[in-house]
């Protein structure tokens, strides 16, 4: 594949200044990277899951005014889009690169993940390394490692996600900007496949509560 890894500028787009100007550099340097990810891990996920998996590059399309403050390529089931259903995630902010695990606040499947998700969670705790990290906004840069959240913070999150509205839940790992831009396209795709295939559990669940 063509992926050559991420490169230094392709983290200052999120510096520039600009709906227009942002979004003109995201599209010219970002976003056929991304696309090249999502070519290649659709084929790698489908074969994970035993679903079809389709990739969606982030558009930003209904922005108008406020420039993103990351961007990325999400996997799901549908062909349709990703929101509302479990999905995966590679994506980047100006700190950093993301690979994630992700349920966010449009699915409408989120309380019974929760709940299919509580059953597991001594498994799931144990499964998770303890450098991944774990999220509640997928807007934001901020996360807390897996370390912190074995007692009992994790039950927590996962309530939360039945209870609130806009509660999410993410899991995966941050690549600091010094060290993505350290890694080739190989070691970085080896990288990716590393941590989806730690992820998968919390995938699987997505089958007990969610069928096309």
Same mark, same amino acid.
């Given at each position: 594949?063509?992926?050559?890894?991420?490169?230094?500028?392709? *983290?200052?787009?999120? =510096?520039?200044?600009?709906?227009?100007?942002? @979004?003109?550099?995201?599209?010219?340097?970002?976003?056929?990277?991304?696309?090249?990810?999502?070519?290649?891990?659709?084929?790698e996920l489908s074969?994970?899951?035993?679903?079809? @998996?389709?990739?969606?590059?982030?558009?930003?399309?209904?922005?108008?005014?406020?420039?993103?403050?990351?961007?990325?390529?999400?996997?799901?089931?549908?062909?349709?889009?990703?929101?509302?259903?479990?999905?995966?995630?590679?994506?980047? *902010?100006?700190?950093?690169?993301?690979?994630?695990?992700?349920?966010?606040?449009?699915?409408?499947?989120k309380k019974e993940?929760?709940?299919?998700?509580?059953?597991?969670?001594?498994?799931?705790?144990?499964?998770?390394?303890?450098? *991944?990290?774990?999220?509640?906004?997928?807007?934001?840069?901020?996360?807390?490692?897996?370390?912190e959240m074995k007692?009992?913070?994790?039950?927590?999150?996962?309530?939360? %996600? =039945?209870?609130?509205?806009?509660?999410?839940?993410?899991?995966?790992?941050?690549?600091?900007?010094?060290?993505?831009?350290? @890694?080739?396209?190989?070691?970085?795709?080896?990288?990716?496949?590393?941590?989806?295939?730690? %992820? @998968?559990?919390?995938?699987?669940?997505?089958?007990?509560?969610?069928?096309?």
């Open positions: 594949m063509s992926f050559s890894g991420f490169k230094k500028n392709d *983290f200052s787009v999120f =510096a520039i200044e600009g709906l227009e100007p942002r @979004m003109e550099k995201l599209i010219e340097r970002v976003r056929p990277k991304l696309e090249d990810l999502g070519g290649h891990f659709a084929s074969a994970l899951t035993g679903e079809e @998996m389709f990739y969606h590059v982030a558009k930003h399309a209904r922005r108008t005014v406020n420039p993103p403050k990351d961007t990325w390529v999400a996997f799901s089931s549908s062909k349709r889009g990703y929101k509302k259903l479990p999905h995966f995630q590679i994506g980047l *902010f100006e700190t950093h690169v993301f690979i994630w695990f992700a349920v966010i606040y449009e699915s409408p499947v993940y929760a709940a299919a998700l509580q059953k597991e969670l001594k498994t799931i705790n144990a499964s998770i390394p303890d450098y *991944f990290v774990w999220s509640q906004d997928h807007m934001k840069p901020e996360a807390v490692q897996h370390s007692n009992g913070n994790l039950s927590g999150l996962v309530r939360s %996600l =039945a209870e609130v509205k806009k509660a999410e839940l993410l899991c995966g790992i941050h690549i600091p900007k010094d060290e993505a831009i350290q @890694m080739d396209g190989k070691a970085f795709i080896q990288k990716a496949d590393s941590v989806f295939r730690t %992820l @998968m559990p919390l995938y699987e669940l997505k089958k007990q509560v969610y069928s096309e």
